[in-house]
């Protein structure tokens, strides 16, 4: 199942994908929710004085899901079994974000 995908602040799917737990490629439409759920962390980070936001988590039943901005115009999500501890979800959130960052500088 892939677990990684990185979105432009458009809504498109700019590498990764998600899919289902059924299988199904999901990344599109994830694209642009990852889209919206980063302006809006951008926008209560800000109204709430709290500074530049690094990260959200939502652990659900099967799958937690971590959220992070890699460059100001993109945002990526990593997602996990919820048997794996959570600090490992955050690594490979953050290991992908900088990654994301190093290629997207050599293809801009």
Same mark, same amino acid.
């Given at each position: 199942?892939?677990?990684?995908?990185?979105? /432009?602040?458009?809504?498109?799917?700019? =590498?990764?994908?998600? $899919? +289902?737990?059924?299988? @199904?490629?999901? /990344?599109?439409? !994830? $694209? !642009?929710?990852? +889209? =919206?759920?980063?302006? @809006?962390?951008?926008?209560?980070?800000?109204? &709430?004085?709290?500074?530049?936001?690094?990260?959200?988590?939502?652990? *659900? =039943?099967?799958? +937690? %899901? *971590?959220?992070? #901005?890699?460059? +100001?115009?993109?945002?990526?999500? !990593? $997602?996990?079994?919820?048997?794996?501890?959570? =600090? #490992?979800?955050? %690594? &490979? $959130? @953050?290991?992908? /974000?900088?990654?994301?960052? /190093?290629?997207? @500088?050599?293809?801009?």
């Amino acid at each position: 199942m892939n677990r990684l995908l990185l979105a /432009s602040a458009d809504g498109l799917r700019l =590498g990764g994908g998600l $899919a +289902s737990t059924a299988g @199904e490629d999901v /990344s599109e439409v !994830a $694209a !642009a929710l990852v +889209s =919206g759920a980063t302006r @809006e962390a951008t926008r209560a980070a800000k109204l &709430l004085d709290l500074g530049e936001w690094r990260h959200v988590t939502v652990e *659900c =039943g099967e799958l +937690s %899901f *971590c959220l992070v #901005q890699p460059t +100001s115009d993109t945002g990526l999500i !990593a $997602a996990m079994d919820t048997a794996l501890p959570v =600090g #490992q979800l955050h %690594f &490979l $959130a @953050e290991r992908a /974000s900088k990654a994301a960052t /190093s290629w997207l @500088e050599r293809v801009r």
